[in-house]
């Protein structure tokens, strides 16, 4: 049969504006977060992690808001550039000794010049 | 400093085969973990491995095995192939094991199964 994909949600903006790409997490005794950005015909590339005791990192033109109440994990990214289209997946680990990441579905972003 | 590379990039098999993947993780890291990626279900944590023990398994069937070198070189096997398992197979590795490890993944192996 007709295997259904999953619908990846699609964020277009412009370039040189801001991005926010969201993510809401599954388990509430998560306590270490990560963003990874995935190109076509590639692995998913590391660019900025969270943990759970904190609620705001910065990276460079990357930001992570972490919003523990809500179980939501945002990535901003400034003045988004062409470069940084791709797919977008947010990762929780739910906590102990065990490096097992549970992966969001992914955001598209589409950067139009 | 040399990424992960994992070997082959791309494979295709037939239903029925047996198929290893190996990932070299980054020089000094000793934990790896893999993951199968594909459009339906999207990135699944297959298991984890440091220092040669499997320390978790994700919700995968018997048929994917796995294990790990005293070199942290790991390899995954999959044994009486299903066309379900075509995707991409990714290797990520780490400095350690204790959860809040910033984990770098490898290019995947692309596997096709005919």
């Known amino acids: 049969g007709e295997s259904v994909g999953l619908h990846l949600p699609t964020l277009s903006v412009q370039e040189g504006d801001n991005s926010i790409i969201n993510c809401a997490y599954s388990n509430s005794a998560s306590d270490y977060f990560i963003w990874y950005k995935q190109e076509s015909g590639k692995g998913p590339q590391f660019i900025i992690d969270?943990?759970?005791?904190?609620d705001k990192r910065q990276g460079q033109r990357v930001t992570v808001l972490l919003n523990k109440t809500v179980k939501h994990l945002s990535l901003q990214i400034a003045a988004t550039q062409p470069g940084d289209s791709a797919v977008y997946f947010c990762?929780?680990?739910?906590?102990?000794?065990?490096?097992?990441?549970?992966f969001g579905t992914g955001t598209l972003l589409a950067v139009q010049p | 400093k040399a990424g992960v590379t994992q070997t082959p990039r791309y494979l295709i098999k037939t239903r029925g085969q047996q198929v290893t993947l190996s990932c070299s993780p980054i020089s000094g890291h000793r934990s790896v973990s893999w993951y199968q990626q594909t459009p339906g279900q999207g990135l699944q944590f297959l298991f984890e491995y440091f220092s040669e023990t499997q320390r978790n398994k994700g919700n995968f069937p018997g048929r994917f095995s796995g294990r790990q070198f005293s070199n942290s070189r790991s390899e995954m096997n999959v044994s009486t192939l299903e066309l379900g398992d075509s995707a991409l197979y990714l290797c990520?590795?780490?400095?350690?094991?204790?959860?809040?490890?910033?984990?770098?993944f490898g290019p995947g192996t692309r596997l096709l199964v005919l």
């Open positions: 990762a929780e680990n739910t906590g102990g000794a065990t490096n097992k990441l549970i």
């Open positions: 990520a590795s780490s400095l350690g094991a204790g959860g809040m490890e910033t984990q770098y």
């Open positions: 969270i943990r759970s005791n904190m």
